[in-house]
């Protein structure tokens, strides 16, 4: 095995690409949480700030980090605080130093790997991590902090938005420490934001991807994670699973290969796959006889180069499916369900308001629920039925009928009738003009002498 002989590892290593405070990871969350039960009576629960401390909605990010799990998991996190360099060798870096010691889940996610790494470089935090790992515990990186993980890490703000040098930064070397492998780790693999340009592989598009394998050397490999999607390395099991709602991907001198959703196998086989020829396997969920049900099964096909595995924002799906539902609603029309249907979409938006990366979709959606609100209000006024509309035959009916009455000198038979109607909530009025009615204070008809 690539792990070191003499360690015996017992934790649980989990790499996410994205949505690690989405609705779409609660249940990889909950899974970890409930197989890694620590013996302590309160166990700590840790969120590390470092990647996004230099943001000034720093504080908000922790607060929406801790709502997710405690609302979601019923879980309390901590934030575990180590937000820039001149809190390095202080007090502060002892009390961080000390609480990710103690912790029985860490969990890092969005903000600036670069960032993190130069704020960490003294506290060694990959040896950290490895230690940690060999106690039952887990380690959850998801995002930029997924970037820190490998032996080399993607400056992907600098490259991206500042145009510098396409290259890689030294990473943590968790992987490395593990399981002796130079790994680089590439969340939001799939990315589709850029529309019109390519910003897959964490925003470097095929063109600098390229340019990046290249500078590895020959004995590394990538290792990309699809956004909402994850890869668990259960070291006491010496399992590896994939989670989430896409694929995980290893890439290898232009060849790659993915693994869907839901895959199974052990951490040996998973890490000999990019020893081989990656253009000429592919890896597939199998229920053969002989096989055990869920265990990854390595078939002799070629995959073509190019394929990705593109899967739209979930949320987005979300706002389609809902959006197309309400108007199947209001064309019926059925104004309860179409009603029901944007309370259900608020309650999309509040599940989907901890993402600490959320998307434009989320600007979207509100203004999706506006304008539903909207137009159940006009379709409803449009085809309202005026009530009175309905009643007018019977209440000139009535009326007339009270006319007559009252022309006979059957004013018994008149009262009655005039009562009937106030007790309906119609008013009579008796003029010299002859005997309108109202229907709620508007008159709305009249009758002859």
């Known amino acids: 095995m690539m792990q070191h002989e003499a360690t015996h590892y017992q934790g649980t290593l989990c790499v996410m690409g994205s949505g690690e405070t989405a609705p779409t990871m609660v249940k990889v969350h909950r899974s970890l949480l409930e197989n890694n039960q620590h013996t302590a009576t309160d166990p700590l629960y ?46 502060v870096q002892d009390v961080f130093y000390d609480q990710l010691q103690r912790s029985q889940y860490l969990f890092a996610g969005p903000g600036s790997p670069t960032y993190a790494l130069k704020v960490w470089e003294e506290l060694q935090l ?43 930064e030294v ?52 290792l990309g994670v699809d956004e909402h999607s994850g890869i668990i390395f259960d070291l ?7 989670v ?3 694929a995980v991907t290893l890439r290898k001198h232009g060849d790659t290969m993915q ?34 049900p869920g265990i990854v099964h390595i078939t002799s096909e070629k995959t073509d180069d190019t394929k990705t595995h593109v899967v739209s924002d ?31 979409l608020e309650s999309t938006l509040t599940e989907w308001s901890t993402d600490s990366l959320l998307s434009d979709f989320d600007k979207q959606g509100r203004a999706l629920l506006r304008s539903m609100i909207v137009r159940l209000g006009s379709e ?32 018994t038979k008149s009262d009655e009738i005039r009562d009937f109607l106030i007790h309906s909530g119609i008013e009579i009025q008796d003029s010299s003009q002859g005997t309108s009615w109202s229907l709620r204070d508007a008159i709305v008809s009249s009758t002859d002498n």
């Open 380 to 411: 409803a006024a449009a085809r309202a039925i005026d009530k009175s509309c309905l009643l007018t035959p019977f209440i000139e009916f009535l009326i007339k009928d009270r006319s007559i009455a009252r022309s006979t000198k059957d004013f």
């Open 126 to 168: 990959g040896s950290l991590l490895e230690k940690i790992l060999l106690e039952r515990r887990v380690v959850t990186f998801s995002s930029a902090a997924a970037l820190t993980l490998g032996s080399f890490t993607l400056p992907v703000y600098e490259i991206y938005k500042a145009g510098e040098v396409v290259r890689w």
């Open 259 to 292: 693994i869907p959703s839901g895959s199974k196998m052990d951490i040996e086989t998973f890490f000999k796959i990019p020893a081989a020829k990656l253009k000429s396997i592919e890896i597939t969920k199998t229920t053969s006889p002989g096989l055990n």
């Open 46 to 91: 840790s969120i590390i700030d470092t990647p996004y401390g230099f943001q000034e909605n720093a504080d908000e990010l922790s607060q929406k980090a801790v709502e997710y799990f405690r609302v979601s998991l019923n879980k309390s996190f901590k934030v575990a605080t180590l937000r820039s360099l001149s809190q390095v060798g202080g007090y």
């Open 314 to 344: 979930p949320l987005e799906a979300e706002l389609r499916r809902l959006k197309k539902e309400f108007e199947t609603e209001i064309e019926t029309p059925n104004f309860e369900e179409a009603s029901k249907k944007i309370l259900e």
């Open 236 to 242: 006491k099991a010496q399992s590896v699973e994939t």
């Open 171 to 222: 990473g943590l070397g968790l992987f490395e420490k593990l399981f002796a492998l130079k790994v680089a780790v590439i969340p939001h693999y799939n990315n589709q934001e850029g529309g019109t340009h390519d910003t897959r592989y964490c925003y470097m598009g095929e063109r600098r991807i390229k340019i990046l394998e290249d500078a590895l050397p020959d004995d590394a490999f990538i």
């Open 244 to 246: 989430g709602i896409s």
